[in-house]
């Protein structure tokens, strides 16, 4: 990896991230811009903005935490500092945020471990469990949100897209949990694909297919693997591993109703978490850094029935500097801290 921090890659994305989440929210406050608006800013709860704001660096913390504990779990001799397991999140917070469907966030959260002498095995390891149980948590969270879809007033687009995208999500959980304890079916896979001539043309054109599937099959091994190791030492790491995700992704979604109450409104807590989540999903398959654009219109479209027209720009633009800017910013000091000349040396 190279020692500048913004590598040209990252600049790329970063600079296409800003450049559609500015000219997305200019939009917004352009069409909901009022003479109310400007009043409503007047009339806003500061001690909203104040517990956000804390609940921001908290979230920080409970990633931190569960940095540390996913370590622990698998027996790693490495005892990060607090800082330091937050600032690995920060930084794979960034990398995340500035490349097509986050695809830099796993190389990041390996190379941020392995800085602070994590052997690549175990920071592979932990980068899995990390995602494992973001997974179930999702998985869990939104078949729920699909059951109690009409009690929630989810409107039927947003519901239709949602189905959508969870079903590729369960989808790829499945392929992903069979890959996993089931290599077997991997090599099954590989040669009904070596069999269909246009997938095998489309493979080795660009690398070997055989190659592909046994780097999918090395992780399967290192998985079972540290499975295994965390199973022999009790499943207390695991729960709490998935307790401290919940808690995370709970306290994620606390914003915006924190945010709606800080401009004098009383949000109903269960639709605004669940359009929240809806939006996550959503963006996990938008191929845009950080799924700029289509985070900002579309928390517009969900929240447009809830919130005030004259509010809702300045409600999306609180929204998404809470939930990405503010992370962001963060996480690119801490990527610099990394690799720049100030590197830590925790």
């Avoid at 917004?28 to 109310?36: H, P, S, V």
């Avoid at 007047?42 to 908290?58: A, D, F, P, Q």
């Avoid at 069999?195 to 290192?222: H, M, W």
């Avoid at 996990?284 to 809830?306: K, M, N």
Wanted: proline share 4%; hydrophobic share 55%.
């Amino acid at each position: 990896m190279e020692r500048d921090g913004l590598t040209r890659g990252r600049r790329k994305g970063l600079i296409i991230s800003l450049a559609l989440s500015i000219l997305s929210l200019s939009l917004l406050l352009y069409f909901t811009w009022e003479e109310e608006t400007l009043n409503s800013l007047k009339m806003i709860n500061i001690r909203g903005l104040l517990l956000v704001s804390v609940l921001v660096v908290c979230l920080w913390t409970l990633e931190g935490l569960r940095n540390k504990v996913i370590l622990l779990s698998l027996g790693s001799p490495i005892r990060l500092s607090l800082m330091a397991s937050a600032r690995i999140y920060l930084a794979t917070f960034f990398c995340a945020g500035v490349t097509p469907w986050a695809i830099g966030e796993w190389p990041c959260y390996i190379y941020g471990l392995t800085r602070r002498q994590v052997p690549p095995g175990e920071a592979a390891a932990a980068a899995l469990l990390r995602s494992f149980f973001t997974k179930i948590f999702f998985l869990l969270c939104s078949g729920m949100v699909i059951i109690f879809s009409k009690s929630l007033r989810i409107i039927s687009s947003a519901e239709l897209l949602f189905r959508g995208a969870f079903t590729a999500a369960a989808l790829s959980f499945l392929a992903y949990f069979l890959i996993m304890f089931k290599p077997g079916i991997a090599l099954a896979i590989l040669e009904l694909l070596h069999g269909i001539t246009p997938v095998r043309k489309i493979f080795n054109s660009r690398y070997s297919l055989t190659k592909f599937f046994q780097t999918l099959l090395d992780e399967a091994c290192r998985f079972r693997a540290c499975m295994k190791k965390i199973l022999s030492r009790g499943f207390f790491f695991l729960v709490l591993t998935f307790i401290l995700t919940a808690v995370y992704w709970m306290a994620y979604f606390s914003i915006a109703p924190l945010l709606l109450w800080g401009l004098g409104l009383t949000p109903s807590l269960l639709p605004v978490i669940s359009w929240q989540m809806i939006i996550v999903l959503v963006l996990t398959y938008v191929p845009l850094p950080g799924g700029s654009g289509v985070a900002e219109f579309g928390a517009a479209s969900l929240f447009a029935g809830f919130v005030p027209s004259p509010l809702l720009g300045i409600f999306i633009l609180a929204w998404r500097f809470f939930t990405y800017f503010v992370t962001l910013i963060a996480g690119a000091v801490s990527l610099f801290l990394f690799e720049g000349p100030f590197r830590s040396r925790e």
